[in-house]
């Protein structure tokens, strides 16, 4: 499927990987719907890129909001052709605080809303819109992207809630894939490594080097730029489904 003239549905697409996919894509002759949170840059990439991007605020692990959204975004472009999941969130914690003591319940259910439940939601959204879709000559109606993480295989001590949602996503990917070949609609997962995101400006020096330590080569934090690169192949390749891509320049996390 080519990227000229399709819409994309792009979560998290105000900030991170997700505003790498919405600049990729919109540079590549595509129109991109941000389902996001942060009103401020979802109103900056807009403004930046004209009636190319429309920001909706949608927390995707509301079926109500998700579904509202969903709507809005086919009103506004007629259809829906691609749907990237990269909402999430990662505050380590342990499941035995210092003291030994149980942290609470809520904060594992948190994470699986968003990271898992979330994914789940935007896209059986995306696959009811896309399978209306005129096909083209592959009888492609559609292309799914969720995101995992290479904590998917390999978590740290504190990503228990983390690595069991990406886990999560990483085991739907093939099961959805072969539903959805019915309509024509592929399933794909990317699993990033260690990506220079927002989040790792916060971290001390000697952490990202810790990190930096654990790539194979090229030994550097990856570029959302280049997660963006690959969604936009993935998109245009037909014979990429039902699999998660490692993008991680062979890196393995430690266990902590």
């Known amino acids: 499927m080519e990227l000229k003239g399709k819409t994309a549905v792009v979560t998290g697409g105000a900030s991170g990987l997700g505003r790498a996919t919405v600049e990729y894509f919109v540079n590549n002759g595509a129109n991109a719907v941000i389902f996001d949170l942060n009103d401020e840059l979802g109103a900056e990439m807009e403004a930046t890129h004209g009636g190319k991007v429309a920001y909706l605020k949608t927390n995707v692990a509301s079926e ?18 691609i749907a990237v999941n990269c909402a999430g969130i990662g505050t380590p914690q342990k499941v035995l605080d210092r003291e030994g003591n149980r942290n609470p319940l809520s904060y594992f259910q948190k994470i699986i809303s968003v990271n898992l439940i979330g994914t789940y939601n935007v896209l059986s959204h995306a696959a009811e819109a896309m399978q209306s879709n005129t096909p083209n000559a592959d009888r492609e109606r559609g ?29 739907l990917t093939l099961p959805v894939a072969r539903e959805l070949a019915r309509s024509g609609i592929r399933v794909m997962t ?9 989040l790792f400006d916060g971290l001390p020096e000697a952490a990202v080097e810790s990190l930096t330590q654990q790539v194979v080569f090229p030994k ?37």
């Open 64 to 81: 109500d909001e998700v579904s509202a959204s969903m709507a809005s975004a086919k009103d506004k472009f007629g259809t829906i052709d």
């Open 143 to 171: 292309v799914i992207i969720n995101t995992a993480s290479v904590a998917a295989y390999e978590g740290q001590i504190g990503q228990a809630a983390y690595s069991a949602s990406k886990g999560g996503v990483v085991g």
């Open 190 to 198: 990317i699993a990033p490594g260690f990506i220079h995101t927002p």
């Open 220 to 256: 550097r934090l990856g570029q959302p730029a280049e997660y963006a690169k690959l969604a936009g192949h993935i998109v245009e390749n037909a014979y990429l489904n039902g699999e998660t891509i490692r993008m991680d320049a062979a890196a393995r996390m430690a266990p902590k």
